[in-house]
């Protein structure tokens, strides 16, 4: 019961480290996106129009700023200092600090992805558990890289810089990833794209089982924290 307790008040206070503000964002976002499909709806634009912005809000944009704001907390952290006098490991505290902002982002795309099927039927293109694949996918990669690439970089900006112009790609050539087999499975936006097509299933797996490999990376990284000294994003 006392290590419950211990775990909890643990984990209250990493949630107070990160701040409100960092879990309050993808509530912003799913506000926003909400006003907008209100706004549509009222002024009796096509379906197919929403259904596609809801999807991208989905698929595209909660995914990215989840990395961004995962970037941020891999490269921040006044406490430095002392959370290497710890006796847990450093990366044990900072993968909990990524869990828990990846976990409520996720949570929120779920909640998003159950409301739509409630309330606008229409939208999701997928079966609800297959159609669960469309924003898991795509935030696990780009957090796993955004956390990776600022980590390597020492940079939060640089790392969203990369991943931001990566993403304004896909979304700009979406043609030519879709049609190229090798590009196939680094193709972040196949649901909004191309969600007949034949790899679709196989994308969501690889870009899960990617993110996977990013991860394993990120905790690799870790095992030597000291090397945050060294031109540290402050």
């Given at each position: ?104 982002t996720l949570l929120v795309e779920w909640g ?123």
């Amino acid at each position: 019961m006392m290590t419950q307790f211990l775990h909890l008040d643990h984990l209250r206070y990493e949630v107070h480290i990160l701040g409100p503000v960092l879990f309050f964002i993808p509530l912003a976002l799913v506000a926003v996106f909400v006003g907008l499909t209100g706004m549509f709806l009222l002024g009796h634009v096509v379906h197919i129009l929403i259904a596609s912005l809801l999807i991208a809000a989905l698929e595209a944009c909660l995914p990215l700023a989840a990395g961004i704001i995962l970037s941020t907390v891999a490269v921040q952290d006044a406490s430095l200092e002392l959370l290497l006098t710890l006796p847990v490991s450093y990366r044990r505290i900072v993968f909990l600090r990524f869990a828990l902002i990846l976990g409520w982002t996720l949570l929120v795309e779920w909640g998003a992805s159950l409301a739509l099927s409630a309330f606008l039927p229409w939208v999701p293109v997928k079966p609800l558990a297959t159609f669960q694949l469309t924003w898991l996918a795509p935030s696990l990669w780009l957090s796993g890289a955004c956390i990776l690439l600022a980590l390597l970089l020492r940079n939060q900006a640089s790392s969203g810089a990369i991943l931001g112009c990566v993403w304004i790609m896909q979304l700009l050539f979406h043609g030519f990833f879709a049609q190229n087999g090798w590009a196939q499975p680094w193709f972040l936006f196949a649901t909004l794209y191309t969600p007949d097509a034949s790899f679709w299933l196989t994308n969501r797996l690889e870009l899960i089982a990617t993110a996977l490999v990013l991860f394993a990376a990120v905790w690799w990284f870790l095992r030597d924290p000291e090397r945050r000294f060294f031109g540290e994003d402050i």
